[in-house]
C-alpha cells in the first residue's frame, strides 16, 4: 500500500485543496483521500481542488482549530487542509453518504450511507469489509452507527464526529460533491493489509462513582443517586455548582469528565458534560443508559498531553508487521485542554511513528472498537489506527 499525506494554509479554498493535494503527489492506485480542513473554507471548493489531482473518493470533516501531519501542526490562526491518500491495486473501497434530513431517523440514514457503499463494492454480502470509517454530525452518531451496523454487522469502526471552532455548529461532513452539517459519510475498505485500533479516553478512575438514576432524551443527564447530576459532580470535585453553570462545565470537566464501562471492562467510553442547565442537570457529549454506573475520571493536561505517545506505544505493540500509515483520532475538547502545548503532541506522535505517513484531526465525538466488545462512540477519546503491510 502507498500513503502520502500534503497540506496547504491558502486562503482560498481551490487553491488550497489543490496545493494539498500537489504536495502528497499523485500516483494511478490511490483508492480513498481523507480530507480534513477549517470550518472557514468553502468546502465543495477545496474537494474540487483536490480532485484535480486524484479521481478517487474524497471524505472526511471538518476539524477543530487545526490538524498533525508529519510536517508539524497545521492550523491556528490560519485556514487548513490536511489530506492523506492511500491506496494500492488489491484495495477495493466503497462509499456512501446520507443528509439526516432525508431519513426518518439517524439510523434509516447510516443505513442508506452504509447500504450505498456496498453496492459500490461490488463485493458478495458474505465478504465482510476489513474496515468501516465513519464521519458524522455530533449528536446521533450511535444511530448512524446502529444503521450502518444493520448493513455490514460488527466492522471494525474509525472516525470522528465533524468540529468546528468555536461549537457553533460550524461544522460540515463530507464526501466528494456531497457537504452537509447534519448526516454521515461512510467509507467500507477491503484491503490485503493488517490493522489495529487503539480507542481510549487514557484517564484515571477515581472512587467518585454512582448510578444514573435519571436520563432525559439520550443525553441529558438529569440525576446520579437520585440527587441532581450537577450537585452530584460539584460535590465530588468539591466545587460550587455556580462554578460549573452553564458552558463552564464544558472546560472545568477536560481534565474530570464521566466515564462508562463496557460490560467487559476492556473499555471505559468518555461522557463529556457539555452544559449545566438551570435544573441542575448537564448535557453530555454522548448518549446514556439509566442504571448505569457513571464515574468520574482525571487527568492532568501533563498527562493529555504523554497519552498521545502511550496510546501510540500501545498501539504500536500489536503490530504483527510495520505500519505503513497511522490514521489518528484525538479529541478537540482535549486539544483544547493542551492549549499552546499542541507542538509537544507533535513531537509525542513522531518518537512513536518515526518516518510513517500519519494524519491527525481533531473532533467532537470519536469512534472505536475494542476485541470482543462492540464498535462504539465517545468523546474526550483517542481512536488510533494504523494500517500495516
Known sequence: MKVLTGYSTNEESYKAGKEAAQMAGKFKDAKLVFAYMSCDYDVKEVIQGIK???????????????VILPQGYIGGDKPFVGIMVMGDPDMIVGVGFAKRKDYQSARD????????????????YKDEPDLMYMAASPTEE????KGANRVVGRVPLFGGSAADNTISGKWSLYLDD??????VAIALIYMNNGFVNEFTGAYRETK?????????????????????????????RGMKTSELMGDKLLSATI??????????????????PMFANEDLSMNIGANLSEGTTVIRMEATVDE??????????????????????????????????????INEVYDEIKKQVKDVPFIMEF???????????????????????AITK
Open 109 to 124: 440514514a447510516g443505513e442508506a450511507a452504509a447500504q450505498t457503499a456496498r453496492v459500490m463494492t461490488k463485493m458478495p
Open 178 to 183: 456531497k457537504v452537509t452539517n447534519e448526516g
Open 255 to 272: 481534565t474530570s469528565p464521566l466515564g462508562v464501562k463496557d460490560r467487559l471492562g476492556d473499555l471505559i467510553a468518555i461522557r463529556h
Open 304 to 341: 493529555l498531553v504523554s497519552s498521545v505517545g502511550q496510546t501510540l506505544k500501545a498501539l504500536n505493540r500489536q503490530l504483527k508487521k510495520p505500519a505503513v500509515c497511522y490514521h489518528l483520532v484525538h479529541c478537540g475538547g482535549r486539544r483544547a485542554g493542551i492549549g499552546d502545548r
Open 142 to 145: 450511535e444511530f448512524f452507527l
Open 52 to 66: 484535480t489531482i486524484y479521481d478517487c473518493p474524497v471524505i472526511g470533516n471538518t476539524s477543530f482549530t487545526g
Open 363 to 385: 473532533t467532537f465525538g470519536e469512534y472505536g472498537y475494542v476485541d470482543d466488545g462492540r464498535n462504539t462512540t465517545g468523546g474526550l477519546m483517542l481512536s488510533f489506527t
Open 208 to 236: 467518585n462513582m454512582g448510578i444514573i438514576t435519571k436520563v432525559e432524551g439520550t443525553r441529558c443527564l438529569k440525576e446520579i443517586d437520585g440527587m441532581p447530576a450537577v450537585k452530584k459532580y460539584a460535590k465530588w
